[in-house]
C-alpha cells in the first residue's frame, strides 16, 4: 500500500504536517484577531482616561468652579467647653388629686397626652349630690314662704304696736321670727353653694399646661377624698441635669447660656443654669447641675441630652460654624476662600458655642476669613469656587 502523496513526497511526516496544518489554521487566525482588538480596545480605553484624568484632575485646581456657599469667621469672649450627658427632667411635676370621695364615671387621662390648662382629665358621679341640691332647693323655696307669711305678720303687729294694741313682746317675737328664717335661707344657700362646689369638683381638671406622665384610676373605681388620679408635668419648667465634676464648677455662673442637643429629637437649643444641686455624689464627687430649657414637642422625662459644659474662664477664641468643618485623615480642618480659590486650613476644636466651633484665637492670624460652609466635602487644595447666595 502506498503513502499519501502531498506535493508529490511520499512521506508520513510529511502529511502529518499538512494535517495539523489545515485543522489550526482557522483557530490562530481567530486569536491573532482577539489580541489585535484587545490592545486596539486597551489604547482607546487609556487614552480616554488620560484625556479625562487631564481635563479634571478629579476635584483639582484645574477643574471647573466649584458652587459653595460662604461665612465669615468671627471673634467673641467665648470659654472652652466639653461635652457631658444629660437627662431631660419636668422640674415641676405633680400627683393630680381629687377633692372628693365618688366613683370614676368617665376619663380622659392618657399617658403622653399634652393637655391645657382647665381641661377635663376625670368626671366622677354626681347623683348623690344631684339629689342633694334639689332638696336645699326645696328647703329654701320652704323657708322663702314661711318668711314671705313672717314679713305679712310682722308688718302687721308694727301697726298694732303703734297703735298700743299688742306688748312690744309680742311685736319681737314676729319681728324676730322673721329673722331667724332669713338666716336658714342664708344657711340652706351656703349648703347650695356648697353642693355646687362639689359638683364642680367633680370635674378634675388639669391645673396648667402640661403632659400627662401617668395615670392611677380606670372608670368604676372608687375614689377617696385626696386620692391620686395620675401624675402631671408642667411644660413651663422643663430641665435638663448634668453631673458634673466639682473641678468645673467654677466656670459655671447663673443665668448662664449653654447649648444643648437631644438627638432623639434633632433638636438644638439654649439653655441656662438654673442652680447647682448641693447634695454631691460622696463617691464620684460630682455635682448635679440644672439647665433650663424651652419645651420642645416630643420632648419625654428622662430623655438623653448633650450639655456643652464650660471647661475654663472666658477669652477671645475664633468662631466659625459648624458646617465649615471637614474631617479629612490628617484630623479637622476648614476651607477659607481666597482670590477664588479654596485653601484648607487644619484647625483644632477647643469646644462648641451654639451652632458654632471654637478655635484657637491665632488660628486665622490677625484676618478673619470667609470660609465654605456648603460644597466644602467635595473640595481639594486649589480648587475655584463659585460663591452662590
Request: aromatic share 6%.
Amino acid at each position: 500500500m502506498s503513502l499519501p502523496t502531498v506535493q508529490g513526497k511520499n512521506s508520513l511526516g510529511t502529511y502529518t504536517e499538512h494535517v495539523l496544518a489545515c485543522a489550526f489554521k482557522p483557530l490562530l487566525k481567530l486569536v491573532i484577531w482577539d489580541v489585535s482588538m484587545l490592545k486596539k480596545s486597551g489604547l482607546t480605553i487609556l487614552l480616554l482616561l488620560g484625556n479625562i484624568i487631564g481635563v479634571h484632575s478629579f476635584g483639582g485646581a484645574d477643574a471647573p468652579p466649584a458652587r459653595v456657599r460662604v461665612a465669615n469667621a468671627t471673634l467673641d469672649q467665648v470659654s472652652k467647653s466639653q461635652e457631658f450627658t444629660g437627662i431631660v427632667d419636668f422640674s415641676r411635676s405633680s400627683a393630680i388629686s381629687s377633692e372628693r370621695e365618688a366613683l370614676v364615671e368617665e376619663i380622659f387621662l392618657e399617658e403622653g397626652r399634652l393637655v391645657k390648662k382647665g381641661d377635663i382629665l376625670v368626671r366622677l358621679n354626681t347623683d348623690l349630690l344631684q339629689v342633694d341640691r334639689q332638696a336645699i332647693e326645696y328647703q329654701i323655696a320652704e323657708v322663702q314662704a314661711n318668711l314671705a307669711l313672717k314679713e305679712i305678720e310682722v308688718s302687721r303687729q308694727k301697726k298694732l304696736w303703734e297703735e298700743k294694741a299688742v306688748t312690744r313682746q309680742d311685736y319681737d317675737n314676729v319681728y324676730f321670727g322673721a329673722q331667724a328664717l332669713k338666716a336658714a335661707e342664708s344657711t340652706l344657700r351656703s349648703r347650695l353653694k356648697r353642693t355646687d362646689i362639689e359638683l364642680e369638683k367633680s370635674l378634675i381638671r388639669a391645673p396648667a399646661d402640661g403632659l400627662i406622665l401617668s395615670r392611677n384610676v380606670d372608670v368604676g373605681q372608687w375614689v377617696s377624698l385626696g386620692g391620686t388620679v395620675g401624675r402631671f408635668a408642667s411644660l413651663s419648667e422643663v430641665s435638663v441635669e448634668v453631673s458634673l465634676p466639682e473641678a468645673i464648677l467654677k466656670f459655671l455662673r447663673e443665668r448662664d447660656f449653654v447649648s444643648v442637643s437631644i438627638d432623639a429629637l434633632d433638636v438644638s437649643t439654649q439653655a441656662f443654669l438654673q442652680t447647682i444641686l448641693p447634695d454631691g455624689d460622696l463617691r464620684s464627687k460630682t455635682f448635679r447641675a440644672r439647665f433650663l430649657i424651652p419645651w420642645q414637642d416630643g420632648m419625654l422625662q428622662n430623655m438623653t441630652a448633650k450639655v456643652e459644659i464650660p471647661t475654663s474662664y472666658k477669652s477671645e477664641r475664633v468662631l466659625v460654624p459648624r458646617s465649615a468643618l471637614v474631617q479629612s485623615p490628617q484630623g479637622p480642618m476648614v476651607y477659607k476662600v481666597v482670590d477664588g480659590a479654596a485653601q484648607p486650613v487644619p484647625v483644632q476644636v477647643l469646644g462648641y458655642y451654639g451652632r458654632n466651633v471654637i478655635l484657637d484665637k491665632d488660628v486665622f492670624g490677625e484676618s478673619m476669613p470667609t470660609l465654605v460652609i456648603e460644597g466644602n466635602e467635595r473640595l481639594s487644595p486649589g480648587r475655584l469656587v463659585e460663591v452662590i447666595q
